[in-house]
C-alpha cells in the first residue's frame, strides 16, 4: 500500500522519483496484527493507480548501499513504522557513522492515538524503534506532541485548492479526508482541522527552527501489557542515562503553514 500510494504522488506530480519497496512485517514479530483499519485517512490515496513502476532492488538494501557510497551527508527522515531503518542498523551497523541524522516522525509524551501510551509508528514495530533508539545515530523526533499543533483546516484547503497546482490540489485533497476523519475519531482543539505529521518532520529538515526540542534520553517499551510501543521519556533524567534525541514539543504553527504553502505551490 505505502509502495502503491508513493508511486501515485509521482505519477500525479510528475516528478520521476525512484520508489523501493521495504519490509512487509514488522522486525521480529511478523505475525502480530499491527492492523489499525485506515479509518483516519483510508487505505489508498485519491489519485489514480499508478503506472510507474518500483525498483527490484530492496529498500534496505538500497539504503545501505546509497549510505555506504555517500560522503556522509544523508539525513534519513522515516515518517512510518521503523522496519526498514531498524533492520538496516541491525544488519549494516558499520553504518552508523555515516548517519549524520535520523528526523523520525513518531512517538509521543503526552499523547497516544492507537492507545493512551503509544502512537502508531512505534507501536507497530517497537523492536526496530528501540534499535533505532539505542544505535548512536543522532535523533530527531517528531511525535504527535508537536504534529498536534501543526494543524490545517478546511479553510486551508480551500486556499491549497486557490494555488492549483498539482501538488496543491491533491495535498487538499488528502487534508480535506483526513479533516473528516480526525472529526469523527480523534476531534483536535481547532474546529474542522487535522494535524499534518510527516510534513511537519520533512519540513523540519529544511528549517529547523519550525519545532522546539528538548535534549533527553528516549527508549522504547517492548514488553509491557498496557504500554506496548510507548517512548518513554526521560525529561528528568532519572535514568542517569545520556540523552539521545532531541525530542519536539513544541511548532511555530506560522512558519510550518507558510512553509506548507510555498513547497505545494511549486510546479515539477
Not at 533492520?87 to 509524551?109: A, C, F, N, T, W
Not at 528501540?130 to 498536534?148: F, I
Request: charged content about 25%.
Amino acid at each position: 500500500v505505502c509502495t502503491e500510494n508513493s508511486l501515485r504522488v509521482f505519477d500525479h506530480i510528475g516528478i520521476p522519483v525512484p520508489v523501493y519497496q521495504g519490509m512487509l512485517e514488522p522486525m521480529v514479530r511478523p505475525d502480530f496484527d499491527r492492523s489499525d483499519g485506515s479509518a483516519v485517512h483510508g487505505l489508498y490515496l485519491d489519485l489514480p493507480e499508478a503506472k510507474s513502476k518500483a525498483q527490484s532492488t530492496h529498500a534496505v538494501d538500497w539504503l545501505a548501499e546509497t549510505i555506504a557510497a555517500s560522503d556522509g551527508d544523508i539525513t534519513l527522515v522515516p515518517v512510518g513504522p521503523l522496519c526498514n531503518i531498524g533492520m538496516l542498523l541491525r544488519q549494516y551497523p558499520e553504518l552508523v557513522d555515516k548517519i549524520p541524522e535520523l528526523v523520525i516522525m513518531g512517538g509521543s509524551h503526552h499523547i497516544g492515538n492507537r492507545s493512551p501510551a503509544a502512537e502508531f509508528n512505534i507501536w507497530a514495530d517497537p523492536e526496530s524503534a528501540k534499535v533505532v533508539m539505542n544505535a548512536g545515530v543522532p535523533v530527531r523526533m517528531v511525535p504527535l506532541d508537536a504534529t498536534h499543533k501543526a494543524l490545517i483546516t478546511l479553510d486551508d484547503c480551500k486556499e491549497l485548492r486557490k494555488i492549483g497546482t498539482p501538488a496543491a490540489t491533491a495535498a487538499a485533497t488528502f487534508t480535506e479526508r483526513r479533516i473528516d476523519g480526525y472529526n469523527r475519531f480523534q476531534p483536535m482543539k481547532i474546529p474542522d482541522s487535522t494535524p499534518i505529521h510527516d510534513a511537519l518532520a520533512v519540513c523540519a529538515i529544511i528549517e529547523p527552527s519550525v519545532i522546539k526540542t528538548e535534549f533527553i534520553h528516549v527508549d522504547v517499551e517492548t514488553k509491557g501489557e498496557l504500554t506496548d510501543g510507548m517512548t518513554v521519556c526521560d525529561f528528568g533524567n532519572r535514568s542517569g542515562k545520556a540523552p539521545n534525541c532531541h525530542f519536539a514539543m513544541d511548532v511555530d504553527h506560522k512558519l510550518f503553514r507558510e512553509m506548507m504553502f510555498d513547497i505545494l505551490s511549486r510546479t515539477a
